[in-house]
T-cell receptor, first 114, second 110 residues
């Protein structure tokens, strides 16, 4: 079965640079979520999109923005990167409409800020 | 008080034993409850979902939900070394936001 695809899998950036992370949800899933997970921490919810509209917002810094496109893929844009942004970034997708909102996670993007 | 609480562990059990993982939540209107398994450096993998009071069994896994006590648990029977991972409890109160617990680290000793 098709799973959530994330790219790139690894990314190394310098402080103050920008980064773009991409997520391709499971086909027919209508909702995308972004999470940040630091070492030894639980996933922290950043933002979600339902049918291409922002549906909920968590602890996403103002330096970050995200959007969902017409083909349902989503991008997380991160600017003015800081050392503390180094983390695993997960995208998850679910079928919310009429469903139990089970979220399925992608493999993640490991971001390292030097 | 965190919205979803788990004992961080580590929980150590011998191979073949039953591992019992517990989770409490604070939002009484929570509707959906999930258990994820996460290996180090990997993404969370959904292993069980439960929505109504009682037990739900899937292979070696049993999820138990008690909404009156705001408590959900995961039992792993015949634990294997490959079950060693962090187990995340997640709770959804309707809508888009799912809250994750900090996870319990499980070690299964061969």
């Amino acid at each position: 079965a098709a799973g959530v695809i994330q790219s790139p899998r690894h990314l190394i950036k310098e402080k103050r640079e920008t980064a773009t992370l991409k997520c391709y949800p499971i086909p027919r899933h209508d909702t995308v979520y972004w999470y940040q997970q630091g070492p030894g921490q639980d996933p922290q919810f950043l933002i979600s999109f339902y049918e291409k509209m922002q549906s909920d917002k968590g602890s996403i810094p103002d330096r970050f923005s995200a959007q969902q496109f017409s083909d349902y893929h989503s991008e997380l844009n991160m600017s003015s990167l800081e050392l503390g942004d180094s983390a695993l970034y997960f995208c998850a997708s679910s079928l919310l409409a009429g469903g139990p909102n089970e979220q399925f996670f992608g493999p993640g993007t490991r971001l390292t800020v030097l | 008080q965190k919205e979803v609480e788990q004992n961080s562990g580590p929980l150590s059990v011998p191979e073949g034993a039953i591992a019992s993982l517990n989770c409490t939540y604070s939002d009484r209107v929570s509707q959906s409850f999930f258990w994820y398994r996460q290996y180090s450096g990997k993404s969370p993998e959904l292993i069980m979902s439960i929505y109504s009071n009682g037990d739900k069994e899937d292979g070696r896994f049993t999820a138990q939900l008690n909404k009156a006590s705001q408590y959900v648990s995961l039992l792993i029977r015949d634990s294997q070394p490959s079950d060693s991972a962090t187990y995340l409890c997640a709770v959804n109160s309707g809508g888009f936001k799912t809250i994750f617990g900090a996870g319990t680290r499980l070690f299964v000793k061969a």
